[in-house]
């Protein structure tokens, strides 16, 4: 054993990078259980549009998300060595079940065609360098204010995952009643696990997690789908259903005509800018970047969630992206590639016991989720608020990110505001020649 943990620490430079083994277990599982919730959620939307008269899908739709996640974080592990788990993301399957399926009326194997031709330009893009280039013309001061934004939207999903904040149909968003036991327990988790961090206890995040879990199941709280907590009735394990039908579902030839072309395309920059602001926060957050604004290895890390989004369609899923949740592992100490692979690994484990993975409430990881979109955003310190051409796309890319609950359209806001601003201000010739294609493509994605 000692052989392979020496192998394991050597492969993903664990010492070097100044952590451990148990701290990327650790990272791993707190990262697991703040995106836990994807397991489900994903099969959820992807149902209303993935259906066979007759066949129960959401089974299938459940273990192809499981396996996803697994060989995403393992690309993303092995190639890039990131802590940056890769799921399919928030967005692109409401995008893939409601715009293009439900809206457009397309066949759900025309849509994860759709998915698998996008993965493909990913790769191509990838490979040739291109997307590294793309990644390298966008100004630091909407790379800070991406991260940022994303601290925004975690803290965001946490106070909506807890019922803090509720929807009104006035205000859009309104204070929600602060006496129940959502808000309650996640005020009780932000209190132990930031303590627990200013005594720079090891594990905090998933030692809070831990702490509400416990407290909701012995005070009775009903957090867990609406329901107190009520034992296994059914047992601990079950058997995953394996996805037969979704496995190589997908119609190419159905996807070979120019109104499927625009879906393709709208995919593909989704998921650019997706992966574009979900890394550049995490390589900030993780302090993994260099001294001249760098994200290292990123062509890697890039190539990762190409391979991750053309192995969904493959196998009947949404596109994948990596997860901001990622921030929560790299919080509790994350730094290699080891953390993402004991995340995807977790992710097929829970596929034979989904009734203990259901123990973790929302309002157990909402603290977590809180407390490290706190952290994240301190990005904003290196923003020239001064400067108006370029604090005002920072703070579109800042606002926009939580306020339309997509990475990409606050990117993409952002990137277009940058160039109108220096444009029309006389300075255009300041604007790397790719935003300005860029702005263009993104500025017809938005309307179209």
Known sequence: MNKFTNWLDKRFEVSRQGSSLTTECRAGITTFLTMLYI???????????????????????MTTTAIVIFLGSCLMGILANYPFAIAPGMGLNAFFAYSVVLGMGLSWQVA??????GGILFLLVTTTGLRSLLAHAIPMCLKKASAAGIGLFLGLLGF????TIVKHDTTLVSLGDLTLAGPLLTGAGLVITVALMVRKVPGALLLGIIAVTVLAMLSGAPVFN????????????????????????????????????????????????????SITALAERGKFVSENGQVPRLSKAFLADAGATTLAGL???????PFAESAAGIGEGGKTGLTAIVVGILFLITLFFWPIASMIPAVATAPALIIVGAMMV???????????????????????????????????????????????????????????????????????
Not at 45 to 54: C, H, Q
Not at 112 to 117: D, E, K, P, T
């Open 39 to 61: 397991l489900v959620v994903n099969p959820t939307i992807l149902s209303k549009a993935i259906a066979i008269p007759g066949v129960d899908l959401f089974p299938e739709l």
């Open 226 to 277: 609406g329901q107190a907590f009520n034992g296994f009735e059914s047992g601990i394990m079950h058997m995953p259903i394996w996805p037969s039908h979704l496995m190589f579902a997908m119609d190419l030839k159905g996807a070979m005509n120019l109104t499927v072309a625009g879906v393709i395309f709208s995919f593909f920059f989704i998921s650019l800018f997706d992966a574009f602001g």
């Open 160 to 163: 909506i995952g807890s019922g």
């Open 378 to 448: 301190s990005a904003c310190k290196g923003i020239e608020w001064e400067n108006l051409r370029e604090s005002i796309p920072a703070f579109l890319t800042l606002l926009g990110i939580p306020l339309t609950y997509s990475i990409a359209d606050g990117v993409a806001l952002g990137v277009i505001s940058y160039v109108g601003i220096h444009l029309l201000a006389g300075e255009g010739k300041k604007i790397h020649p790719i935003l300005y294609i860029l702005s263009v493509l993104l500025s017809a994605m938005l309307v179209l």
């Open 315 to 321: 196998v009947g899923c949404s596109a994948a992206t």
């Open 112 to 117: 994860l065609a759709s998915v698998f031709l």
